[in-house]
């Protein structure tokens, strides 16, 4: 009994292997052999596969409303990554930027009608430029607040105006020309700036060419945590081309250099205006 139940699980075994077999050499074979089995096209994915979990993660919708100077060059810009639908009242305006992004509406923001007739609450977010009319504006993140949009921005042009916006649903506030006058102000001042992002009102995130008496010098020579409490937290160089993240306390600054550091604002001011330490 024993050797005819061996036998049998051999001769199962020699017919899998011979199926598996005749798979590698013929494709077609294999739906006869193992029904459950099949071939997709390369490339393609199944249930769970990378296909579905691409489709998934569409890309990301917003409304800008208002198609002043900021309003459109914005709305260029998102409608490279993300699905961009425009609205203004000017119908020239509308036909002008109709090509460059994924749908424009020409009508009245402040009509709530036609307005919830092409924005709904599957937006990500939206944009409301149009601060020159702040009846217009105020009205607008109203009518977005009642469509239940889970983000807007809103552009304001005075404290008051942007006071009302938020009171009434806006979750940030823009003041395009104003921060575009820091930014420059705050390059103009600082000579070895090169950009920053500010993350607090204390503490900014810097990328300056390093000051003369630091070419040739190491990180741990430079000694910056101590002399002024400030971190880099990458080099970018040029020479060769390339991004060093968390630079060892060996790393050599060169001229070609663009330093990322992290401090407190009146710390990086300290740095700007400050002689070699190495001369004292």
Known sequence: ????????????????????????????ASADIIPSLRFRPAGSAGPGGIGERAAMHKRQRVCVIGLGQFGRHLAIELAKHCDVLVIDKDQAVINDIG????????LDGRDFASLSSVVGGDFDEAVVSMSENMEASILTVLHLRRLKLPHIHAKATTRDHA?????IGADSIIFPERE???R????????????????SENYMVMQITPPEWAIDKTLLELNLRKLFDIFVIAVKEHVPERTVFLPGPDFVVKDSDALLIIGKRDSLEALEGAESPFDK
């Not at 006071?163 to 009171?167: D, F, G, N, R, V």
């Not at 420059?184 to 993350?199: G, H, S």
Request: aromatic residues 8%; positive net charge.
């Open 180 to 182: 575009t006058a820091f």
């Open 163 to 167: 006071e009302i916006l938020k009171a």
């Open 184 to 199: 420059l102000a705050t390059q103009l001042v600082n000579r070895n700036l090169l950009d920053f992002i500010p993350l």
């Open 99 to 106: 090509e460059l992004v994924q749908r424009a509406y020409c």
């Open 1 to 28: 009994m024993d050797f005819k139940q061996n036998q049998r699980r051999r001769d199962n075994q020699e017919a899998k292997t011979a199926a598996f077999g005749k798979l590698a050499l013929d494709p077609r």
